[in-house]
């Protein structure tokens, strides 16, 4: 915690994080804290989190700001109860797909 009684706390945007735990076996997706913990690492009190009109999803501290990981879209969609949320990552992944290449992270302002 800061000095101004902040937390401190981040998901990565890699595997294992704790956004996988439900894929990797250790917590039921339906689980109360996990679903809570998803809410906070989807918002923007989780300061890797970013957003931006129907673009959104989890960076990283290895790469620059405001740049989202398909790797974590990925996790997300394995991990999602919803197929809202499921289509949005399915969306962000085609649009930042180039020549039919993934690549590790995009731009949130130019996918």
Known sequence: MDGLGNY?????????????L?????????DEIYQNT?????S??????YSKGTINGVGS??????YIWPLALITTIMTSK???EIKNCLDNLLLSA???LM??????DEP
Request: net charge positive; aromatic share 16%; no cysteine.
């Open 22 to 30: 439900p894929y990797l076996g250790f917590v039921d997706i339906n």
């Open 44 to 49: 923007a009190k989780d300061k890797y989190f």
């Open 98 to 100: 180039k020549n039919n």
């Open 82 to 84: 919803s197929k809202v």
């Open 8 to 20: 401190r706390i981040y998901d990565d945007a890699n595997l294992p994080s704790i956004l996988s």
């Open 103 to 108: 690549h590790e992270s995009f731009s949130i």
């Open 38 to 42: 998803r809410a906070f690492i989807f």
């Open 61 to 66: 501290s290895h790469t620059e700001r405001r």
